[in-house]
């Protein structure tokens, strides 16, 4: 399968607690994207990669979210001290830059 | 900033009928347009884009849309519906990088 894979696919933790999200994108995508998609809404932009460096954080991403993409190749989220709030689908994207973004199937968190 | 508006939450259509979901969306530049499927408990998975050339767009599961810039518009239309068409579906723009989505249509076949 040469998708964008996300893992886990679901978690549910304990508010206060730590979670970290893996996203692979397609080895030849250069461009990595973070959404967030809550109940009844469009996605909503998080940050981006090209190659390893982040180049763009949304207001959304307050400091307890952190995004890696060491060495240009899978991406890691995470959200330390989580927050019911922070209950949510998060997507993860990838593109060549030419407008073919292709998303993975998202990782549920429920903070509980 | 670029936003998207999808005017219709839901739309209840009948199997077999034709259906159009509406989207518009506001940009000062060019921008790229999308319409995106989501299916329960999945991603997103692409239906068609509109980049440049021709403003009819074809894409998959017989779905087309067509780009009028005028209007600042890319409704998504369909001829007959399906069961296997429900759905929620999400209009998006692009001008550099990044997707700006609509908040969703949800499309709802009634045999």
């Known amino acids: 399968d040469t998708g964008v894979s996300q893992n886990p696919r679901h978690k549910i933790t304990k508010r206060g607690q730590n979670v970290t999200f893996r996203c692979d994108p397609i080895?030849?995508?250069?461009?990595l994207y973070w959404y967030r998609q809550t109940l009844g809404q469009g996605p909503e932009f998080l940050t981006y990669?090209?190659?390893?460096?982040?180049?763009?954080k949304s207001r959304l991403l307050s400091d307890r979210f952190s995004a890696e993409r060491p060495k240009g190749s899978f991406s890691t989220l995470e959200i330390q001290r989580t927050e019911q709030g922070d209950s949510a689908m998060y997507l993860c994207a990838s593109d060549t830059g030419a407008g073919c973004y292709t998303f993975g199937s998202g990782t549920r968190l429920t903070v509980v | 900033a670029q936003s998207v508006t999808q005017l219709d939450s839901q739309v209840p259509v009948f199997e077999e009928a034709p259906v159009e979901l509406r989207c518009n969306y506001s940009s000062s530049v060019s921008v790229y347009l999308f319409w995106y499927v989501q299916y329960p408990n999945q991603g997103l998975q692409l239906l068609l884009k509109y980049l440049s050339g021709s403003t009819l767009v074809k894409g998959i599961n017989g779905f087309e849309a067509e780009f009028n810039k005028s209007q600042t518009s890319f409704h998504l239309r369909k001829p007959s519906v399906h069961i296997s068409d429900t759905a929620e579906y999400f209009c998006a723009v692009s001008v550099v990088e990044k997707l700006t989505f609509g908040t969703g249509t949800r499309l709802t076949i009634i045999p």
């Open positions: 990669f090209q190659n390893e460096a982040q180049l763009e």
């Open positions: 080895s030849e995508h250069n461009r």
